[in-house]
T-cell receptor, first 112, second 113 residues
Framework: DAMVIQNPRYQVTQFGKPVTLSCSQT?????MYWYQQKSSQAPKLLFH???????NEADTPDNFQSRRPNTSFCFLDIRSPGLGDAAMYLC???????????FGPGTRLTVL | GENVEQHPSTLSVQEGDSAVIKCTYS??????FPWYKQELGKRPQLIID?????GEKKDQRIAVTLNKTAKHFSLHITETQPEDSAVYFC????????????FGAGTRLAVHP
């Protein structure tokens, strides 16, 4: 049974054209995370929510925004994608920072 | 903030040999240390974790040891199999009290038949 679902799995966009990636969870976890991962590097945290409390990483570009309208859903908006934003975007959830993070399958973003 | 260093970056072993990956962390207050395995093209998945009240935890061929004095923890895989080939990431909680992990840079393990 899918627990963390990401849509779409593959997204192709043009340079500067906004995109929205979505994540949903059936685990009822408090925390939802968005990571960017390039070429088997470590996942890079962009931001996370504890319930509705939003936490942005200091080095996350302003180009990246997020919304969490309810417990189950979280969205990543990239307002003006650049070539450097091409990556795998991973959503994850956990009960807290001291518990297992469950990752979704990821959305691979291509920027043309 | 927390810093997590992971070594080696690549590891190549023969099937049946053991593999050891080591991570060091900076925040002595850290108390939760997970290990994630990421196969090519797939999501990271937790394979084992340890909390600071124990020094070792085992799950079949996988074990994690923790040395709080030296601030390091290690992943041990015995009797390696080709399906163990993957990238392994260690992690530790961010010391600022937020609900997030700091990941190590990863170790690419190749198990050769």
């Amino acid at each position: 049974d899918a627990m963390v679902i990401q849509n779409p799995r593959y997204q192709v966009t043009q340079f500067g054209k906004p995109v929205t990636l979505s994540c949903s969870q059936t685990l009822n976890h408090n925390v939802m995370y968005w990571y960017q991962q390039k070429s088997s590097q470590a996942p890079k945290l962009l931001f996370h929510y504890y319930d509705k409390d939003f936490n942005n990483e200091a080095d996350t570009p302003d180009n990246f925004q997020s919304r969490r309208p309810n417990t189950s859903f979280c969205f990543l908006d990239i307002r003006s994608p650049g070539l450097g934003d091409a990556a795998m975007y991973l959503c994850a959830t956990s009960r807290s920072g001291y518990n297992e993070q469950f990752f979704g399958p990821g959305t691979r973003l291509t920027v043309l | 903030g927390e810093n997590v260093e992971q070594h080696p970056s690549t590891l190549s072993v023969q099937e049946g040999d053991s593999a050891v990956i080591k991570c060091t962390y900076s925040d002595s207050a850290s108390n939760y240390f997970p290990w994630y395995k990421q196969e090519l093209g797939k999501r990271p998945q937790l394979i084992i974790d340890i909390r600071s009240n124990v020094g070792e935890k085992k799950d079949q061929r996988i074990a994690v040891t923790l040395n709080k004095t030296a601030k390091h923890f290690s992943l041990h895989i015995t009797e390696t199999q080709p399906e163990d080939s993957a990238v392994y990431f260690c992690a530790a909680p961010f010391s600022g009290g937020y609900n997030k992990l700091i990941f190590g840079a990863g170790t690419r393990l190749a198990v050769h038949p």
